[in-house]
Each structure stands twice: as structure tokens, then as C-alpha cells.
């Protein structure tokens, strides 16, 4: 996956027609610069509180809004989880050789989950994935509503996305910060030398040599049998 200082690659979901968030957003991959935890969230419009336990990663905003994926309520973060592993993102992620990330997403409950390349279970290499299998018992991140609504009420439509931004807000809001939380123990503007994440990208292209995807393949499955596979 990409790194780079100014990088910010994600791998997410969010409705073809671009209701947002009337029809939600399901963040699978997501971080930026050298981060090296992996950040997994969901963004809706008023209403889905998901349940504060269930999954292994860490809550990233404070007490009161951690677990409301409204946007409005959280200045558009909606809830978001920091994996407490440095397996799934940035450095540590490419030099194990990658791995599979697994978007499980049922009437009542959105799981995700990340298996590094020497942990990847046989019936995910076979093609016949299990979800009773660990996956749903200790999932990076699991997403259902404390009311016990169904996921369909504010997750439709969706189309997968692969994206790598040069800069925004992110990136650059963190360009001298303290972001060790994340797991990147040097700000980029001591890395590059440069004040800025838009003086670096526009004057440093060469340094951007592994901000790029190899992706092996994308498989989608139902209930019963495989849907697709590219």
C-alpha cells in the first residue's frame, strides 16, 4: 500500500449514487504519512450508536462522541477505531508481504477484520470463506447499533473505492504533530525538511516511489456462493 509523507491511500465504501452520509461510509483501510495502525470507521447520518465492545482496535475520539457514527455529531468522523497492531497499515503492512482484509457485512452487524500473509486461514486461500470462523469472534472492528436496528437503515448501495490523496485535510493537519499514537515517531516535517505537506508533494515527486497499490485481487461472496471475483 502507499507511504509516503503527504500520502493518504484508503480503501472504503459509500453509496454509487453519493448519498452522504444519507446511505453511510465504511472506512476498511485509512491512514496517512508513516502511520503505521491502521484506522477502520463509520460514517452515517443521525441515529447509529454502535455497541462499544466486540472488536479488538481502540475508540480515536474521547468518551462522548467515540462510539456516535453520525456525522453531525462528530464533525464528520463518525466512529472511528485505531488497530492496536501495527500489522495492517504502512511500513510494517508491505515488508510482512501484505495480507487480506475482510469486509463482513450482515442484516445487523458490519464486521471487519485483517489477517497478515502468514496468518491467512485455509478457507479464506481456498475461495470458501467461513464466517463462524474467528473472524466475527475477534474482529478488528464490528459495527452494530445499540437499538438493534438493521444495517441496511443507514448503510445502501454501496460501490468499493481505492483512492490514494496527495495531501488534505489530514495529511496536512498532522504535518508537524505529534503523531506517534498512530505509530509514525518522526513528523514529516522533520522527515522531508519541508513546512508544508503542498511544498513537498509539488517540489519532492521522486520520493513518492512507493506511494502505490499492488493488490492481488478483490472477491466478493454471498450467503451461499461466490459473486465475483476480479
Not at 28 to 45: C, D, L, M, P, R
Not at 103 to 125: G, K, M, Q, S, T
Not at 186 to 206: F, K, V
Request: proline share 5%; aromatic share 12%; with cysteine.
Amino acid at each position: 500500500m502507499p507511504v509516503a509523507c503527504g500520502a493518504w491511500p484508503a480503501i472504503w465504501t459509500v453509496a454509487k449514487d453519493g448519498s452522504w452520509p444519507a446511505k453511510g461510509e465504511i472506512d476498511i483501510v485509512e491512514g496517512v504519512n508513516f502511520f503505521t495502525q491502521n484506522s477502520y470507521s463509520a460514517h452515517t447520518k443521525d441515529g447509529f450508536v454502535m455497541h462499544p465492545h466486540g472488536f479488538t482496535s481502540k475508540f480515536m475520539l474521547d468518551a462522548d462522541h467515540q462510539n456516535n457514527c453520525g456525522v453531525d455529531a462528530t464533525d464528520n468522523q463518525g466512529c472511528g477505531l485505531r488497530d492496536r497492531r501495527s500489522d495492517a497499515f504502512g511500513e510494517p503492512f508491505n515488508s510482512a508481504g501484505g495480507g487480506v482484509f475482510i469486509l463482513d457485512w450482515a442484516d445487523r452487524a458490519i464486521w471487519i477484520n485483517f489477517y497478515p500473509r502468514d496468518e491467512i486461514p485455509d478457507h479464506i486461500r481456498n475461495g470458501t470463506p467461513d464466517p463462524s470462523s474467528p473472524w466475527r469472534r475477534r474482529p478488528r472492528a464490528y459495527f452494530t447499533d445499540t437499538s438493534g436496528q438493521e444495517t441496511g437503515n443507514y448503510f445502501q448501495d454501496h460501490v468499493l473505492v481505492i483512492n490514494t490523496n496527495l495531501c488534505g485535510k489530514w495529511p496536512d493537519g498532522v504535518w508537524s504533530a505529534d503523531t506517534s499514537y498512530a505509530g509514525q515517531n518522526q513528523t514529516c516535517a522533520a522527515i522531508t525538511g519541508s513546512d508544508s505537506c503542498a511544498n513537498y508533494i509539488l517540489n519532492s515527486g521522486s520520493q513518492l516511489g512507493e506511494a502505490y497499490w499492488a493488490i492481488n485481487s478483490i472477491e466478493v461472496y454471498n450467503n451461499a456462493t461466490k459473486a465475483n471475483s476480479d
